[in-house]
């Protein structure tokens, strides 16, 4: 193992994948010349050229739809947006065209085609800069979410999505790029579609992914110097969805409580809870309850941001909450 | 040196004056502002410095009762149409007393009082909103004209092409203004289109297009004032390039690669602010001790915002869910 940022673990599993299939290439705003407005694809440009590492003009919607256009006609693209924020101009193409042409085509044609950027709140960056579309996008039959942010998961799954035959919706973490993690010197992958579980524990479980996983982390390190031990399980893919772990994990615990930073109203954490209920009723002892961002924009000022994102302490309240403890 | 050379220069010593001390004030602003950057201000923080011949040339030329709207580089602009150096500031900090109650930050100042639209953080998202703002002038029947600002990169989204069409069909009362200022993050306009002459864009729409010299506010105020002139006489829009550059990178973070110091150098031999002030000083309008003055009372004007806004409440912990609906009772999920 050798520590890696994870930017740099999202680099070395797009130059991996382009050495190996040169169907692949990476487009999207400053991507090669600014060497990435993130710098996750820096030196690319120099390896791979400008066939096949293309800036693009800001044009969001047209660039999306050359992707999937050139996904359809054999290409495996991968399309950067400098952050999700600024997908939502491209969701035409993804909702209307990525995600559909298979089953409009009936078979015939498919769209491996991977969109990738940041997502979440980063700081103060005000209300348009700081979204989370994990719920919107996998509410979408025909195309799959994964939301990570710690190198090695980054690395592995992002390697399974430039490989997958469907359309992925892949996001990253602007604040959490320059942080390290253990990576392998040799290749792996990690299959889509399944939770990894970051700690063990038996008396609650903590359900949440991205840059909450930490937040949740540190809610169960304080949780424990109290004699609780909580499983936190990092989804990683949002859809499909790995409910077996998630189910397998509350038979131990009894008790769930999901963390995410985007808005409560039909998010992740709302159809988790409707799969447990219905499928894992009788094991439970309390209700799940959910550690939300606020449902309002995010503000500028920093107590406002602060207002607005889940935090270790609203963790552990939820936590006390579900196993019926004083405060 | 103070010579007689008032005759040939067009406009009035007033309006020098003013044009002079809007772009002080803007220069002087951002780069004091600058210094708080990391301690009070936080976020992206675009720059404005070098482009506020721009900002002067339009605010003389048009009513402060048109409407304006541009994207997330909107210090200047703010400033340049009376929003309070103490207003902006406060925002920059994220306080109460900031044009946008410290919800907006750097790029989205707002003022109704002012007719300032806004602040944009999405990239061309303002242009079709200032074709929809003139489509309001025009249905209630003013005289008023929207200018809509935008950057050489956002001169390529899509929304652009739609709104023009739509503006000339419906012969909207709306200035589009793209800044050019060369570059949008690290991508010059060379590298982002075949038609590198942005004011072409206008004449597939057969709109008056006209690209202009942004380094000095006469010929942006000329420019301007004939748009102007065109969209109250109800012909419709007129699209205008305005040739212009900016001193820094694009943000704060951005250390600017993609261009050379010397190109850098040579727009800077350029600056407005010096070339109006070299004209006021020739023309004797004012000496180099008034001159002087006027530099120490627009500093002060901003060290005393950057104490009030140091000194500002940040908006109570209550104005989380405040002014997300119209409705003061709106039932939010708590949980
Ligand atoms: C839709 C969208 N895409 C990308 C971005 C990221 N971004 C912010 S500013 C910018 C460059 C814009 O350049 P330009 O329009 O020339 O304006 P300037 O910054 O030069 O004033 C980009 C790509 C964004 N904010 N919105
Ligand atoms: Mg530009």
Known sequence: ?????????????????????????????????????????KGMLAEFG???VIDTPITELGFAGIGVGAAMNGLRPIIEFMTWNFSILAWDQIINSAAKVRSMSGGQFGCPIVFRGPSGVAGQLGAQHSQSFESWLANTPGIKVISTATPYDAKGLLKSAIRDENPIMFMESEVEYGVEGDVPEEEY????????????????????????????????????????????????????????????????????????????????????????????????????????????????????VSAFLPNPTRIIKAVKEVMYLKK | MAKKKTTTLPYSREQYLS???????????????????????????????????????????????????????????ALARGMSANECMAELFGKATGCSKGKGGSMHFFSKEHYFFGGHGIVGAQIPMGAGIAFAEKYKGTDNLCICMFGDGAARQGALYETFNMAMLWKLPVIFICENNQYAMGTSVERTSNVTDLAKIGLAFEMPSESVDGMNPESVHEAVSRAAE??????????????????????????????????????????????IKNKIVEAAWLTEAEIETLDDRIMQTIKDSIHFAEESPFPDDTELYHDTYAEADYPFLME
């Open chain 1, 50 to 52: 400008s066939q096949r």
């Open chain 2, 230 to 275: 065109h969209c109250r006489a109800g012909k419709g829009p007129v699209f205008l390039e305005i040739e212009t550059y900016r001193y820094r990178g694009h943000s704060v973070s951005d250390p600017g690669l993609y261009r050379t110091k010397e190109e850098v150098a040579a727009y800077r031999q350029k600056d407005p602010l010096n070339a």
């Open chain 2, 19 to 77: 044009w002079y001390e809007s772009m002080l004030l803007q220069r002087r602003f951002e780069e004091q502002a600058g210094t708080q950057f990391g301690k009070g201000i936080r976020g992206f923080f675009h720059v404005y410095i070098g482009q506020e011949a721009v900002s002067a040339g339009i605010c003389s030329a048009t009513r402060l009762t048109d409407p304006i709207i541009t994207a997330y580089r909107d210090h200047g602009l």
């Open chain 1, 189 to 304: 992958l990690i299959p889509i579609g399944k939770a990894d579980v970051k700690r063990q524990g038996t008396d609650v479980t903590l359900v949440t992914f991205n840059k909450m996983v930490k937040v949740a982390l540190s809610a169960a390190k304080t949780l424990a110097e109290e004699g609780i031990e909580a499983e936190v399980i990092d989804l990683r893919t949002i859809r499909p969805m790995d409910y077996d772990t998630l189910i397998e994990s509350v038979k131990k615990t009894n008790r769930m409580v999901v963390v995410e930073e985007s808005w409560p109203f039909a998010s992740v954490a709302t159809e988790i809870t409707y799969q447990i209920q219905r499928r894992a009723f009788d094991y439970m002892d309390a209700p799940v309850i959910r550690v939300m961002g606020a449902d309002t924009s995010v503000s500028y000022a920093p107590n406002l």
């Open chain 1, 1 to 41: 193992m050798r520590l890696i940022t994870l930017r740099d673990a999202l680099r070395e599993a797009m130059t991996e994948e382009m050495r190996r299939d040169p169907r692949v290439f990476l487009m999207g705003e400053e991507v090669a010349e600014y060497n990435g407005a993130y710098k996750v694809s």
